[in-house]
């Protein structure tokens, strides 16, 4: 059974920097899409970027430049490096691994920015 475990979330002032981590079992990262989504209150969830296996890297519009996904095969990790955040980026976060029909979720990490 997949598993992935979200950490790295809290609460930062505007302009700060968060780095948020997603532990995975097996070697699931060199093969599935890794990707972050997040949902804030009364909206619906939106992919916030992805990486494939052939390490392609897509981000979403209001946070590219500001945000970074990478990871490491070594420590099955993927991680999401937000700098420069914006009240707009509060929402829970999560990780999700893709791969054809089969889709795993971890539980969430919240992400508040205000002052």
């Known amino acids: 059974q997949v598993q992935l475990v979200e950490s790295g979330g809290g609460l930062v002032q505007p302009g700060g920097s968060l780095r948020l981590s997603c532990a995975t079992s097996d070697n699931i990262i060199t093969i599935y899409t890794m990707s972050w989504y997040r949902q804030a209150p009364g909206k619906q969830r939106e992919l916030v970027a992805f990486?494939?296996?052939?390490?392609?890297?897509h981000y979403l519009p209001s946070v590219k430049g500001r945000f970074t996904i990478s990871q490491n095969d070594a420590e099955k990790m993927v991680y999401l490096e937000m700098d420069n955040l914006k009240p707009e980026d509060t929402a829970i976060y999560y990780c999700?691994?893709?791969?054809?029909?089969?889709?795993?979720w971890g539980q969430g990490t919240q992400v508040t920015v205000s002052s």
């Open positions: 999700n691994a893709r791969l054809e029909d089969r889709s795993y």
């Open positions: 990486v494939n296996r052939l390490n392609k890297k």
